[in-house]
């Protein structure tokens, strides 16, 4: 490789040295594969920070886009909805996850360190950081949809007149007063939770789903943990695996 005098990112050129020098075996053209986190504009708010990927940073995924989510101890993921599913993986801490179906049936479970939870599309749901908040990964089934795009409660809220709020409710318009002014995302909240008791009784199939309870499949490189549709349900548009490989050993060609 002949020498480079011009500016270098050293550090970044480590990160990935088969990009810099090639191998032999190259050949033709292959879209960006890869996109890092860290290469995203963050969003911050007084609960939290999120930041995504979807196909405007990484094109050829049309058909997943991801979020990167921090919630500070009780931190809150107001309740909302979305167009797209919603599957997700808690990667640090521990948070209690909120759900209400078409029907009225609840949903409440505490989500802990390599479980996953799945929503389906327009249904909502919040998110709320335990003690020691959390950190976790979304995915969402539709590459161009945006974690920004989310409709919130207190969205849907601001949009209606406080006397229409009143006679929805029946409560005094006086009771709208503290609403907050459009989209608010991730705002503090308290830890404490209690569940709610709905009339027409729980969802029929858990919205969560604990993977690192699952037996792992052994083999000699490693073992995996394979989560679809046969032990999780409701997760109707995202399967997934859990893969560890040992030291110096390969994940085959596949």
């Not at 995924?61 to 808690?90: D, F, K, Q």
């Not at 209690?96 to 390599?114: S, W, Y």
Request: net charge negative; with cysteine.
């Amino acid at each position: 490789m002949p020498p480079t005098p011009g500016p270098r990112d050293i550090l970044r050129d480590l990160e990935s040295p088969d990009m810099l020098v090639p191998p032999a075996t190259d050949a033709g053209l292959l879209p960006n594969l890869e996109f890092s986190f860290s290469d995203t504009s963050m969003v911050l708010r007084p609960g939290g920070w999120s930041r995504e990927i979807t196909a405007r940073e990484l094109p050829v995924a049309t058909t997943m886009a991801g979020v990167n989510i921090r919630l500070t101890p009780g931190g809150v993921r107001e309740v909302h909805w979305h167009i797209a599913s919603e599957w997700s993986y808690m990667l640090v801490g521990s948070a209690r996850v909120t759900a209400v179906d078409q029907r009225g049936r609840n949903f409440i479970a505490d989500i802990g360190p390599g479980d996953l939870w799945y929503f389906p599309r327009r249904l909502p749901h919040s998110i709320q950081g335990l003690k020691d908040g959390c950190e976790f990964l979304l995915l969402f089934d539709d590459g161009n949809f945006s974690d920004l795009n989310t409709f919130s409660l207190s969205d849907l809220f601001a949009h209606y007149p406080k006397d229409v709020l009143a006679a929805n409710f029946g409560v005094s318009a006086s009771n709208f007063n503290c609403l907050p002014s459009g989209h608010q995302g991730t705002v503090p909240g308290p830890l404490e939770s209690e569940a709610v008791q709905s009339p027409y009784g729980t969802v029929p199939q858990s919205f969560r789903h604990r993977l690192l309870a699952q037996k792992p499949v052994v083999t000699p490189v490693g073992s995996v943990r394979i989560v679809d549709t046969s032990n999780f349900p409701v997760a109707k548009t995202t399967a997934a695996a859990l893969v560890e490989i040992k030291p110096g050993a390969m994940r085959g060609i596949h």
